[in-house]
């Protein structure tokens, strides 16, 4: 290739060596760019999130105490989530969550995904780079004792072997940047897949703890019916004595009667619940239903961490889901630039060496060997609009992928508003309930009191235990949801922080 200088007016005067310099850079860029080519399609920029809509400064549901508290994470979706389980303070938890990431088939299946993922991305890099291949060959043939020579049959045959040990070799010139832009498409599903799989991880991590602090509510909660069935109990002997000693009636032990066995009857209903929670987390951590068992509860605390929200910007960086959609729009937008090379000519370089003979004692002697070698162009004339077709498909697909992550931010939005007035509005109802719960105790503590002087029927006093048990039932399933709130708003940000 030949570099010309060009020179301004003004500075023929420069040194030779600089004028040396000059021309090596201008020649060396031109190789460069002859050997490269360049790349035809859009580059990838990020859309709006939003579309015409600006991302909000702040969530609405967020207090500024968790706004104050929030510690900017780096902007790596697809590194791991951290243990954040760990800051419920629940051994038996950390054992769940660690048995589940070494043992999940979900998992596991991601992980397989992403290693194809990023396979795929070594297949669509080699092409950039020669292709070299053998295919050695014996073949004996007779010819035909009627075949034409000179135009007249040949009345004889021949029989002959031919032995071939070829090397060919091709390698395509990516002058629009055809291969260049596959493997733009492949590295941005291979960091989709990457995102993919954290996006599992964080998903089962929040699963396994929602199913186990639910477990552990309907534990509790049956614990509190267990206790009033015997407080039931206590009280049908009180009033059966009271009504052989002509205090009480029929209806007051009937009352008592139904009341032991009303509660009795939710029994089974909660320990079914309970079973299949179990039988969940031994699917989440990867073990049998079988032989899964759950270690002594704790003792959790009856208030959950405070989980800082952030802004909603940094949500943009953190959420998985989020990060995968963005790639998959990166990777349909190469994809339009794959299509708009089929416009353009392909050059190709193709070369052949080797022997070949008839004879197997001269097959690699130097008289018997062959080349060619020689480009290839490959140029579309007319291809009844599958050009057109296929570019248009690709401009759609992009389209699609750019409506689809859009849609993912908004969804991000919606469950980390969700799990905030979640948050706000069940502790809230919990302090309600609380005191409704002390009321209801007082009150049952007052109907016993009336009922042992006989100043009132037991109705009164199983109204009382009635009002008190769905309270203190109520309560339990409160906290309960206060725990799995908590842990959607860590999965709704992203993970640990």
Known sequence: ??????????????????GLISRTWACSWSVALFLTGCKVGPDYHRPAPLGTNSVPASYSEATQTNASEWKPASPAAHLPRGTWWQVFGDGELDRLETLALANSPELAGALARFDEARAQVAVSRAQLFPQIETDPSYNRQRTSFNQPVNGRPADFTHTYNTFTLPLQAGWEWDLWGRVRRQVEAARSAATASADDLEATRLSLQAELATAYFTLRAVDQEYDVVVRTTETYRHSLDLTVNRR???????LDVSQAKTQLRSAEADLP???LQRLRLLHALAALCGQPATSFALGPDPNQKDEPPSIPPG?????????PDIAAAEQRMAGANAQVGVALTAFYPRVRLDGLA?????SASSWLDWPS?????????????FTGGRNRAQLAFTKATYEETVA????TVLTAFQDVEDQLAAERQLKTQLAAEASALAAARRTLEIANNRYKAGLVTYLEVATAQSAALALERTVVQLQGEELVAAV???KAIGGGW
Do not use: H
């Open 269 to 271: 209903a909660l320990r």
């Open 369 to 381: 060997r062959l080349w060619s070698v020689g480009p290839t162009l490959q140029l579309p004339l």
């Open 244 to 250: 052989k000693g002509g205090v009480a009636t029929d």
């Open 354 to 358: 080797g022997f070949q003979s008839v």
């Open 488 to 490: 959607g708003l860590i």
């Open 404 to 407: 689809a992550y859009r849609q």
């Open 1 to 18: 290739m030949r570099c010309n200088r060009i020179t301004e007016p003004g500075t023929e005067r420069r040194s030779p060596g600089r």
């Open 311 to 319: 802004v909603p910007s940094e949500l943009l960086e953190r959420r």
